[in-house]
């Protein structure tokens, strides 16, 4: 690998991570409002949770095209950092394990989210049985009633 070609990788993952640690940050206060009931904020984040998707969708359309520029498309990260010359290395290796992060963040706070609101549903159907109130039914997105979750774990589960 080139020092160009390095500097080029190192300039897209530093903004590649901006991504993905913009996401964290917008998961960490969705928990946050998850156990604190905070349905407005829950209902009012809906546009910015989205707008997230799609930038980190943006960003690894980018990262394919950069990589098949470089033509480094069919390396792994551990090639990557390997191949970098000198100290290149190092910050493509912390980078890289910066990326990871994020990404076992998302996957953790994700499965966070949809664990306490599958939690706070189960009370809440057990308090209205105890009161001899009829539960009431949840729907999704589509009009069918939820039952048990059906998400993957959030919105980037398959990370």
Known sequence: MTIETADKLIQFMEKYNRAYRNTVSFLTQKLAKVMADDLVWLLDSVETEQALVMKIRSEE???????????????????????????????????????????????????????????????????????????????????????KSSINKGFLGNV
Do not use: C, W
Request: charged fraction near 35%.
């Open 61 to 147: 359309n980018a990262r394919l095209a950069l990589f098949a520029e470089l033509e480094i498309a069919d390396k792994k990260a551990d090639e990557l950092y390997n191949e970098a010359p000198g100290e290149r290395r190092q910050k493509i290796a912390a980078l890289t394990d910066e990326l990871t992060g994020y990404i076992a963040d998302i996957k953790r706070l994700n499965s966070d989210v949809v664990e306490t609101v599958e939690r706070k549903i189960a009370v809440q159907e057990e308090l209205m049985h105890k009161s001899g109130m009829a539960p009431t039914e949840t729907y999704n997105g589509y009009g069918d009633v939820i039952k």
